[in-house]
Every structure is written in structure tokens, then in C-alpha cells.
């Protein structure tokens, strides 16, 4: 296919993200700029079901999708003709979601005989940080110390320049979103759980404590046995299964705030002693963090009180999945030179690094 030429200046890629229950479509401006950021969630429809049920969320995007490209459009005052380039998730994820956003991608980028570009969804968490003014490149410079921790990873990458990833950690089984999911169905929270684990938490008196699961000296995490331990403590206290403490409305909140925190001091100290490792381990310039556990604000706060390099974390609403991320890594890619064909295909498990 001939592309249309684009000039340097003012690239404006149009991002699709559909690698879970999100049905996000966003415009970005040379890779910096957001220009809009439509996100569709299926929570209210997943939420019954204690967490994403794949059928489901592929019938849902199915739905979303055009009106959340008419949508991102409207809302940053273009038109179809006005976008210069396609980027769209194509893994990892679940294959049945993923699938609606490349095909809906691929049909844009041919009709408008544009670039498409494929995006690895963990690397497009990462550049969500150069969307909030950031510019981690200079200030502080590679090599980066990498967190992105999600509902499906948590894992540590060095980031070493535009691209350049090595795994250096990751969770050896749940990942840190899943288990605040878990660990909030535990407690009778809903879905997703890591927003309402932050949210029950305050105010708590720290009169639990969960162990922490350090992994002897290595990078790596494991969440499982935390979710165990609040299972067994949830069970002691009365908690779980629901009703069979026999608490009054009042008691009940006050022991799932102090589990609820108990279980996220334990994940905000893990992961915030081991990304301080792994940065002074790899001799890394500053911290980048991204994904949905990223918005958590203990984390942030924690991160921000013990790093002695600059921290760089993207407003809350763009470590969640969104398809401004996906557009602003694409535009780096783009300018390495980075094209996918038409015959770009899904990959749920794409690795990172
Ligand atoms: O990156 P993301 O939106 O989707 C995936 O790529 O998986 O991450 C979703 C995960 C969920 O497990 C959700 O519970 C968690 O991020 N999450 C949080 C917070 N907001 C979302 N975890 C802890 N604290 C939060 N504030
Ligand atoms: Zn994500």
C-alpha cells in the first residue's frame, strides 16, 4: 500500500485500546499532546460477575467501539481525513477484545491509506507518562527504572532508551491487579477491586499486618500468598464468608478497612522496595511507572517518599487502560521508523523486554 506523505510537524495518530474491558480511543499530537481521551468501561457489566468475563467484553467492544472513535474525533474538533497515522493495541490481552480493536484499526488506516502501527499495551502504559508534560527522555535520561503493574502484570523493566526494554522482575503468579481484585471480592468490594481497596483504607488505624512475600533477593513478586493470608484473616475475623461474623453494619467497616489496608501496605511496600532496588541495582536515572495499580495513591505517595530520583507517574486516569497511551507510543515508534501491515495479527501473550 502507498502511504500519504506526512510532514514532521504535528502528527496527529488516532490510538485504540480493546486489550480488556476498556473500549478506549484517544488522539494524541506528536506523541505529546492529548487532544482527547474517550474510555468506555464495561465495569457496571463485568462488575456483576466479580470480575471480566471474555464473551462479554468482546460482545461490548463489538458495541463501543465506532461511537468511541466518533467520539475521541469530536472531542478534539477533527475529522477522519485529519489523522495521520493508526495505532492500535495488539496484545498482550484477551484475543476475543483485542480482536475488534485491530480489525477496526485496520479498516481505518486502509480506507484512509494511513500507517498502521501495532502497539504492545504494556509499553503504551509507559508512555502514558510522556502525555503529562513529562519528558523522561532529558529530564531525567535513560536508562529508566520501569513499574507496570496491571490486572494481568507486574513487572520491573529497564527501560534504556526509545524502545529498549530488558525484564528484570516480574510476579511469579497473580499479578498485583488481580490480586487487589481478589483480595476486595474477599471483603465483599466490588469490582474492580483496587479503587475500592484505596477507598475503604482510610482512615485505617493499622491495627492488622499481612506478611510480605520478598522473594529472597531476587526482582521478582508473588501475590498469591497475600491473597491466602487475607483469606485466612477475613475467615478469623468474621468477614468471610459475608454474614458469618454476625457484625453489626459498623463493625463490619471497621474490620475491612483495617484488612483492606493491612493488604495494601503489604503490596505498596513490596513493590516500592523492589522498584528502589532494581534503580539502584541498574544505576537508573529516575522511576516510570504505569498501569492500573500505578493510580493507586499509597503507592504514589509511598514511591514518591522513598525514591531519591525523580519519579514520573501519569495522572490517575491514564495509568488505567486508555487509548492515548497507545497513540503516543505509537509516534515513537513511527519515528524509528516502525510500521505494521495489514496482516498484523493479535497476540495475547506479546512479551515486553
Ligand atoms: O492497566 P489496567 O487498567 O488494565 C490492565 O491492563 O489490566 O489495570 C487494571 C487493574 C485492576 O486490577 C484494578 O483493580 C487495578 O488496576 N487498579 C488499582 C487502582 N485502580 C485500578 N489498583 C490499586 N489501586 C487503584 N487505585
Ligand atoms: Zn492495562
Redesign the pocket.
Known amino acids: 500500500m502507498c502511504e500519504r506523505v506526512i510532514g514532521p510537524a504535528d502528527m496527529k495518530i488516532l490510538g485504540i485500546e480493546t ?2 474491558d ?1 473500549t478506549a480511543v484517544g488522539i494524541v499530537e506528536d506523541g505529546r499532546r492529548l487532544r482527547s481521551n474517550v474510555i468506555a468501561s464495561q465495569t457496571a457489566l463485568h462488575s456483576v460477575h466479580g470480575g471480566v468475563v471474555p464473551e462479554v467484553a468482546s460482545r461490548q467492544h463489538i458495541k463501543d467501539i465506532v461511537p468511541a472513535v466518533e467520539q475521541a474525533l469530536a472531542d478534539s474538533g477533527s475529522n477522519l481525513q485529519d489523522v495521520d497515522a493508526v495505532a492500535v493495541t495488539h496484545g498482550p ?1 484477551l484475543a476475543g477484545a483485542l480482536i475488534t480493536g485491530l480489525n477496526t484499526a485496520k479498516a481505518i488506516a486502509f480506507g484512509l491509506n494511513v500507517p498502521l502501527i501495532g502497539v504492545n ?1 504494556l509499553e503504551g ?1 509507559i508512555y502514558a507518562s510522556w502525555l503529562s508534560h513529562a519528558n523522561p527522555e532529558e529530564d531525567p535520561g535513560f536508562p529508566l527504572a520501569c513499574l507496570v503493574a ?4 507486574t513487572d520491573l523493566l529497564l527501560m534504556e532508551g526509545h524502545g529498549r526494554y530488558e525484564l528484570v522482575g516480574r510476579t511469579r503468579d497473580d ?4 490480586a ?2 481478589k483480595a476486595a471480592r474477599i471483603l465483599g468490594l466490588s469490582f ?4 475500592e ?2 477507598r475503604v483504607s482510610q482512615g485505617a488505624k493499622g491495627l492488622q499486618r499481612l506478611p510480605r512475600a520478598w522473594m529472597k533477593d531476587t526482582l521478582d513478586f508473588s501475590f498469591s500468598g497475600l491473597k491466602t493470608a487475607t483469606l485466612h484473616l477475613a475467615q478469623e475475623q468474621g468477614v468471610y464468608p459475608p454474614g458469618s461474623g454476625g457484625h453489626n453494619p459498623d463493625e463490619l467497616a471497621d474490620l475491612v478497612r483495617e484488612i483492606a489496608s493491612a493488604f495494601q501496605e503489604s503490596v505498596v511496600e513490596v513493590i516500592s522496595t523492589k522498584l528502589l532496588h532494581m534503580a539502584e541495582k541498574y544505576h537508573a536515572r529516575g522511576l516510570i511507572l504505569g ?3 500505578t ?3 499509597r ?1 504514589r505517595q509511598e514511591i514518591a517518599r522513598i525514591s531519591p530520583l525523580p519519579v514520573i507517574i501519569p495522572p ?1 486516569v491514564l ?3 486508555n487509548g492515548a497511551m497507545i497513540a503516543a507510543c505509537a509516534y515513537f515508534q513511527y519515528k524509528r521508523g516502525h510500521r505494521s501491515g495489514l496482516e498484523l495479527d493479535i497476540d495475547p501473550g506479546l512479551p515486553l523486554g
Open positions: 486489550s480488556c476498556e490481552g499495551h502504559h496491571s490486572g494481568g502484570h499479578a498485583a491487579g488481580e487487589f481484585d474492580p477491586g483496587g479503587p481497596i484505596q498501569g492500573g495499580v493510580a493507586n495513591a503507592l490517575p495509568c488505567t487502560d
